[in-house]
């Protein structure tokens, strides 16, 4: 499996951006798929996750109400459309996958199998 994320940039506090994680070879409906971001001197966080199947969708809580993440199985593509961005959400954001857990278990970073090489996301204020 390999993962290809994209859509990052520079955005103004309260502006937008959305993410797009695409993915090659066997993606099967067992796959958790999430986005982790790491911020200057931090450590790597769980920010969203979905379970390629479908179902409740997972935020951390600093995220809830401004960000949405979403799959498209017909591309092969997973999103996060991050609305009212402020300062805080600085950071490389990763697309995540694994087959071993469902997202509702799976929320540090040593859960997920497949990374891809991240995107920055600047959000001046």
């Known amino acids: 499996v390999q993962l290809q994320a994209s859509g990052g940039g520079l955005v103004q506090a309260g502006g937008s951006l959305r993410l797009s994680c695409v993915a090659s070879?066997?993606?099967?409906?067992?796959?958790?798929m999430a986005w982790f971001r790491q911020g200057p001197g931090k450590e790597r966080e769980f920010v969203a996750g979905?379970?390629?199947?479908?179902?409740?969708?997972y935020y951390t809580d600093s995220v809830k109400g401004r960000f949405t993440i979403s799959r498209d199985t017909a591309k092969n593509t997973v999103y996060l459309q991050m609305d009212s961005l402020k300062s805080v959400d600085t950071a490389v954001y990763y697309c995540?996958?694994?087959?071993?857990?469902?997202?509702?278990?799976?929320?540090?970073?040593?859960?997920?199998?497949?990374w891809g090489q991240g995107t920055l996301v600047t959000v001046s204020s």
């Open positions: 070879g066997d993606i099967f409906n067992n796959y958790a």
């Open positions: 979905i379970n390629w199947r479908g179902g409740i969708p």
């Open positions: 995540a996958a694994n087959p071993r857990r469902r997202v509702g278990a799976a929320f540090i970073r040593e859960d997920y199998d497949y």
